[in-house]
């Protein structure tokens, strides 16, 4: 992949995207605006998505020896405790206090794996202090600070459950007005949680997939979505979840061999040869090599076919990763 199809930012206007277009039974490749996604939704739809929200989730500080430390956070405990990742030329020990800005610190608690357990120092609020010194996280691969822009654009326009540290980035391309036409069109649209964690970025480094430790995320599928599910699912209609968290979120759900409420921790890594039992379509980015989220779109669509979408994306120089550009899936059963 040519660093240079990583797309660094977002265009100006969210639904100004390219739309890649694999047809299912022709297997053919279509070249489209993102804005054409209304073309190919039907009245009785579902669209599912994820209303999970960044929050700013990197911080800067120093030691009280003063050397710096990076923290990103991964998953918040409490009003005042995280687990999280640090970066610093040593790493902090039990008891140590982190400075961070305006005068906020932290403890560091103790090492859960590869994670430190810190706890902010004071009363104040843990979504405040963020509010006031964080930073958002962008990925690994944007290489640039964040900027002002980002505290709205790395957001999706549906975002309210708190809890992610990066977004789901399918859910970017779209816009107040494409909700509205959506709408307008009669597609029903639902909604899960699941709360993105940074080791969505990590790779897959086992040649043997069954090897693979996949990282944990929180997610919820609520009532109302499952009861909406079944009704499209009663008319003939179909799901179509936006990005690989929606997907990942309904078939956690659906592990008993229909979609079910719940919430908790998945860990469901899907690869060639898994049975989707909800989802039939998806709308998704462009993944990094070797990550679990290609290996769950090559499941989707068929590992051969997932490969030329690829060559052609290349080619004609789509847009990579999360702020990049988009494709339309559609499920194929297993060869």
């Not at 989220?293 to 068929?302: D, H, K, Q, R």
Request: glycine residues 6%.
């Amino acid at each position: 992949l040519p660093e240079s199809l990583i797309a660094q930012k977002l265009l100006t206007e969210r639904s100004a995207s390219r739309l890649l277009c694999l047809d299912k039974d022709s297997e053919q490749i279509e070249d489209r605006q993102f804005t054409d996604l209304l073309d190919l939704l039907q009245a009785d739809d579902l669209l599912v998505l994820n209303n999970t929200k960044v929050i700013p989730a990197r911080l800067f500080g120093h030691k009280q020896s003063g050397g710096k430390v990076e923290i990103l956070i991964e998953r918040v405990l409490g009003s005042q405790e995280v687990l999280a990742h640090t970066r610093a030329s040593k790493s902090p020990k039990v008891g140590n206090i982190i400075e961070l800005e305006e005068g906020f610190q932290c403890e560091m608690l103790g090492r859960v794996d590869d994670l430190f357990h810190l706890r902010f120092k004071g009363e104040q609020d843990l979504a405040d202090i963020l509010e006031k010194i964080g930073h958002m996280p962008l990925p690994p691969y944007i290489e640039r600070a964040d900027d002002v822009s980002d505290q709205t654009r790395y957001q999706t326009v549906f975002a309210e459950s708190r809890g992610a540290v990066a977004a789901p980035t399918a859910g970017l391309h779209f816009d107040e007005a494409m909700m509205a036409s959506i709408k307008a069109k009669g597609v029903r649209i639902a909604f899960v949680t699941l709360h993105v964690a940074s080791g969505t970025f990590r790779p897959v480094k086992t040649d043997d997939l069954s090897e693979h430790i996949m990282h944990k995320e929180y997610f919820e599928v609520p009532e109302v979505t499952v009861q909406a599910v079944q009704e499209i699912k009663n008319k003939g209609g179909r799901v179509i979840a936006v990005g690989t968290t929606a997907v990942r979120s309904l078939e956690s759900a659906s592990q008993a061999g229909k979609l079910q409420a719940c919430s908790g921790d998945t860990n469901l890594f899907i690869t060639p040869g898994y049975r989707f039992k909800t989802v039939d379509a998806m709308v998704t980015n462009f993944h990094l090599p070797e990550s679990t989220l290609l290996m769950l779109v090559s499941a989707f669509s068929g590992y051969e076919r997932i490969k030329q979408v690829y060559q052609h994306a290349v080619a004609e120089k789509y847009r990579f990763f999360s702020y990049g550009d988009a494709m339309f899936l559609q499920k194929r059963e297993v060869d």
